[in-house]
């Protein structure tokens, strides 16, 4: 069972002591568990129909057989393979469930798309053998752009593959009754359409049928794992203890969550930084998630972190300590089991929306998601119009490196210079925005990057692959404080794919190249229409040459830190 302790609070001791008895003399656990939307605001709109994931761990048990009847059929049909297309909320749970925990033999693999670069996309295409291959488009909408391009592109692949009399055969549809998707699933002839409780927004749906059935596809003992979350969850107090230091810390002006996960737990904290950003970011306020941030020297923190600890084993004990001993605020959270991750979950979920009541918020809406899907819609429109997208004029240019901004520059470098000074204070953070293919060669590059920038800057970093941050921390972008800085990579898309007009048609009239592009200038033009500082790097034509150049141009500047 998952139990949290506060090894150190500081200056947030009496802060955090005094919200839990507050939590507890309002009576708000009670509350929320009864659905009183009055928790965050004085109107139902957009809480009262997305509290379903409170009835997760009684209601899914009886979910379970029909779940392991569907991953049994799919065994005996020789499937070996399953790859979930999805963005967001109906993405980042299964992949959680897949890399934490691997396929049980004679389970199958899961793997995740949630990229629409199309080097990506033929990646999986080319990975895959589809006579051995469910495809699984999941959307809560049932309209996600990226979702049904995926489907539209994987579903001709396997019909000119297999044939298209046998091609529904290998796609199951996870969505909402009466969603685009279901219905396009019933006139595809899917092998199954699994219909979500529509009160579950998608990031917090990891207990529902998006999380599960992937994780049952993998082999996890959902019996075991939703029984430990039903035991476990009797007692909340760890979910407010981990609510109530959110809270008071964003309250108090900590507002970065630095997370520490020891190895095996790695893969939760993309699943923790949507959670928390999208239902947090908004209002001018938010709590920004910093996951996966190369290790600092516990007195090279700034004093807005905190820090929550999900301890597995004790690889991360003596850093977690020096981070106690320098006075940082640290919440450790301890799970003796995998399968202590359902409870996790809840927990988290549960904290999240803690917070917002006590920043004064609403968790379960994404006011600013659209911007950057209306701008992204706009520039593919274009494109369809007039056969191209709009060309933006150089900042400055030098190598395989062009950078565009607003700010004059002699050059690229001089460019991300004049971004990170815009920084202002060490409340400031980057945000790296790599709309490039997601591969381990560009992992660490990217991470690299981000070591560079904070040793060059001594701010916080984050990093987003495009477009599946848009689906996730894309809402904090523009709903917080607006301290941002944004480093935009782009580069050459290479080879391209077309994006079929409709799932059994030659005819195409996108590509995922264009579309790639187009959510990078959408959600550029988004962020400037938010007064946010932004920077577009392009690399050239070789992602990896152009961040190896880059990387080598900034460790060679001086230190632009703060004294």
Not at 15 to 42: A, F, G, K, L, P
Request: net charge negative; glycine share 8%; aromatic share 6%.
């Amino acid at each position: 069972m998952p139990v949290s302790t506060l090894l150190h609070s500081g200056p947030l001791s009496e802060s955090v002591s005094d919200v839990i008895q507050r939590v507890e003399s309002e009576r708000i656990v009670e509350r929320i568990n009864r659905r009183d939307y009055t928790v965050w605001h004085s109107f139902p709109d957009e809480i009262s129909n997305r509290l379903g994931w409170l009835d997760c761990p009684q209601n899914m048990p009886d979910h379970i057989e029909s779940l392991i009847e569907i991953v049994q059929a799919a065994q005996r049909d020789g499937m070996r393979s399953a790859l979930l297309l999805g963005m967001g909320g109906s993405s980042l749970a299964p992949e959680v469930f897949s890399q934490v925990f691997g396929a049980v033999e004679s389970y199958l693999d899961v793997e995740v798309l949630d990229s629409t670069h199309p080097q990506a996309v033929l990646a999986k295409a080319a990975a895959l053998d589809p006579a051995e291959t469910l495809y699984i488009p999941a959307t809560k909408s049932g309209g996600t752009v990226e979702t049904l391009s995926f489907l539209k592109f994987f579903f001709k692949h396997v019909s000119d593959t297999l044939g298209p009399e046998v091609a529904g055969k290998h796609f199951i549809a996870i969505t909402d009754p009466g969603s685009g998707l279901a219905a396009l699933a019933h006139e595809l002839a899917f092998r199954h359409i699994v219909l979500n409780d529509p009160n579950i927004g998608g990031r917090y749906s990891a207990l529902s049928h998006f999380g599960l059935l992937p994780a049952a596809l993998t082999g996890v003992d959902l019996t075991d794992l939703l029984g430990r979350t039903s035991t476990a969850i009797q007692s909340m107090r760890p979910a407010v203890e981990l609510g109530a230091f959110m809270g008071a810390g964003a309250n108090q002006g900590r507002d970065k969550l630095t997370l520490l996960l020891s190895p095996p737990l790695a893969p939760v904290g993309a699943w923790i930084e949507q959670l928390i950003a999208e239902s947090t970011g908004k209002e001018g306020k938010g709590i920004l998630p910093i996951d996966m941030e190369p290790v600092l020297e516990a007195t090279d923190y700034s004093c807005d972190r905190l820090f929550v600890y999900l301890r597995m084993d004790d690889t991360l004990d003596e850093h977690a300590a020096s981070l106690v001993s320098a006075g940082q605020p640290l919440l450790q959270i301890s799970l003796d089991e995998l399968n202590d991750l359902g409870t996790a979950f809840y927990y988290w979920e549960f904290a999240t929306a803690l917070a917002g009541h006590l920043m004064g918020i609403h968790p379960f809406d994404q006011p600013n998601v659209e911007a950057a899907k209306v701008l992204a819609r706009d520039m593919v429109q274009t494109y369809q119009e007039q056969g191209a997208l709009p060309v933006e004029e150089p900042t400055a240019s030098a190598g395989p490196l062009t950078a565009y901004g607003t700010d004059s520059a002699s050059s690229p470098i001089e460019a991300l210079k004049n971004l990170l000074q815009r920084g202002g204070s060490t409340e400031s953070y980057v945000a790296l925005q790599a709309y490039l293919p997601p591969n381990p060669a560009i992992d660490a590059l990217l991470t690299e990057l981000r070591a560079t920038i904070n040793q060059h800057s001594g701010l916080a970093t984050t990093l987003g692959y495009g477009p599946r941050f848009l689906h996730s921390t894309g809402q904090l972008h523009k709903g917080d404080a607006g301290r941002g800085l944004f480093l935009q990579l782009t580069a050459d898309i290479g080879e391209d794919l077309d994006i079929p007009d409709e799932p059994l048609t030659d005819t195409s009239s996108l590509t995922f190249g264009i579309l790639i592009t187009a959510q990078a200038h959408g959600d550029a033009n988004a962020l400037r229409a938010a007064n946010r500082r932004l920077l577009r790097m392009h690399l050239g034509e070789d992602a990896e040459s152009g961040l190896r150049s880059l990387i080598d141009l900034l460790s060679q500047q001086s230190s632009l830190k703060r004294k």
